[in-house]
């Protein structure tokens, strides 16, 4: 691969026209043992090199899909990850991505639990086990799914939650064991619903 043109443009960035190959570019940060010093117009590199800094541009690539991404709204590891796949990036190139992503703070599964569950518990009031139920099924690891929703709910926020749920449930015409069923199915414990339609019932 012979470079035709090398252009910086930004500290760690540089764009590469090679050959007849389109136009592509490459973060230092995911080259091996090349460095952005190496890339001057007429250099050839051939072999492992030329994989590197291919491997490099598909990193890269990755990396700006992921960003379009997260730029619309938080996005957590492992739907972005299945996203990128989905858009032909190699599981490699995704990992190493993500990775970098994550190092710099632009991809946060903790932010993400955060956003998901204040406008989660808006339409469907939930309970603990129910909310880290959830995040879990959307590949949130099941510790960090538990802290981000302790740190959410306080008691106080789960017994409004849990108002919110009942007040749900009777417009939708619930009462009695199916109240409590919906209720319960809903996340909330059987103690923490009794006590709340013994407090509305008296």
């Not at 010093?37 to 291919?54: H, Q, R, V, Y």
């Not at 991809?107 to 009031?125: A, Q």
């Not at 139920?133 to 849990?162: H, P, W, Y």
Request: glycine share 4%.
């Amino acid at each position: 691969m012979r470079l035709e043109s090398v252009k910086q443009v930004a500290s760690d960035v540089v764009e590469i026209t090679a050959d007849d190959r389109p136009v592509f570019f490459v973060r230092e940060a995911f080259l091996q043992n090349l460095k952005i010093d190496d890339f001057a117009k007429g250099k050839e590199f051939f072999g492992e090199e030329e994989e590197e800094i291919l491997q490099a541009a598909l990193i890269f690539s990755a990396e700006c899909k992921a960003e379009e991404y997260l730029a619309r709204c938080e996005q957590c590891r492992f739907s972005l990850e299945k996203k990128l796949i989905q858009k032909n990036h190699s599981k490699s190139s995704v990992k190493t991505a993500l990775d970098w992503l994550e190092a710099k703070g632009l991809l946060d599964d903790s932010r993400f639990c955060r956003s998901w569950l204040r406008s989660h518990v808006i339409s469907k009031p939930q309970g603990r086990p129910r909310l880290v139920s959830e995040l879990c099924s959307r590949g949130i690891k099941t510790f960090v799914a538990k802290q981000a929703v302790d740190e959410f709910l306080e008691i106080a926020e789960e017994e409004k939650l849990c108002e919110h749920c009942f007040i749900k449930a009777t417009a939708m015409g619930k009462k009695d064991e199916k109240l409590i069923k919906y209720m319960i199915d809903s996340g909330f414990s059987y103690k923490m619903v009794s006590r709340f339609i013994d407090i509305k019932e008296n």
